[in-house]
Nanobody, 116 residues
Framework: QVQLVESGGGVVQAGGSLRLSCAASGRTFSNLDMGWFRQAPGKEREFVAVIRWSSSNGDHADSVKGRFSISRDNAMNTVYLQMNSLKPEDTAVYYC?????????WGKGTLVTVSS
């Protein structure tokens, strides 16, 4: 089992920045593929970014590329999502996900609201 707890959401004006954090426990963090997903009101959950267990570089959805950056700190068992140049369409609940051994785990999410 993997437990994930997100933090860092809030209300920010368009053009602003936020950093989300996701603390993981229950498994060796360095073995986990970690990702961020989001779900806007009335829409399906979508991929935002992923960082593999073996990599220090992440992959990002086209919609956030150049604005968002995923990173991980294995010593702190934490994955981050730095979000810059936020837009109103980035408003969503952001979920942290972990994948290991064919199993996927989710946090409860943190709400990000970007006002215009």
């Amino acid at each position: 089992q993997v437990q994930l707890v997100e933090s860092g959401g809030g209300v920010v004006q368009a053009g602003g920045s936020l950093r989300l954090s996701c603390a993981a426990s229950g498994r060796t963090f360095s073995n986990l593929d970690m990702g961020w997903f989001r779900q806007a009101p009335g829409k399906e959950r979508e991929f935002v970014a992923v960082i593999r267990w073996s990599s220090s570089n992440g992959d990002h959805a086209d919609s956030v590329k150049g604005r968002f950056s995923i990173s991980r700190d294995n010593a702190m068992n934490t994955v981050y999502l730095q979000m810059n140049s936020l837009k109103p369409e980035d408003t969503a609940v952001y979920y942290c996900g972990a994948s290991v051994g064919g199993n996927n785990y989710w946090g409860k999410g943190t709400l990000v609201t970007v006002s215009s």
